[in-house]
């Protein structure tokens, strides 16, 4: 079955940086794009980033534009985000995604504080 597992989370002050990986499993990771979101408390979850099946092609949130990468490993079935120039805003629980098979399916999450 589909599996995704988030890793990486954690507490970052302002200014700071963090690596989210989510692993993939479960189908033909290539073929499928990906994408994170994230929710904050109270508030809805909102997409950050999306990445294609092919060509690698990207897409982000304004908010998170020119400070979040978002990107492949297709040998790891792997999806990572880069997180640059952090704000306390960004603070929510951050999950990976994929659309397979008409089919959402969602990883645990993790957690990523951004606090001095």
């Known amino acids: 079955q589909v599996q995704l597992v988030e890793s990486g989370g954690g507490l970052v002050q302002p200014g700071g940086s963090l690596k989210l990986s989510c692993a993939a499993s479960g189908f033909t990771f290539s073929s499928y794009a990906m994408r994170w979101y994230r929710q904050a408390p109270g508030k809805e979850r909102e997409l950050v980033a999306t990445?294609?099946?092919?060509?690698?092609?990207?897409g982000y949130a304004e908010s998170v534009k020119g400070r979040f990468t978002i990107s492949r490993d297709n040998a790891k079935n792997t999806v990572y985000l880069q997180m640059n120039s952090l704000k306390p805003e960004d603070t929510a629980v951050y999950y990976c995604?994929?659309?397979?098979?008409?089919?959402?399916?969602w990883g645990q999450g993790t957690q990523v504080t951004v606090s001095s």
């Open positions: 990445i294609t099946n092919v060509g690698g092609g990207t």
């Open positions: 995604n994929t659309l397979y098979l008409a089919r959402n399916y």
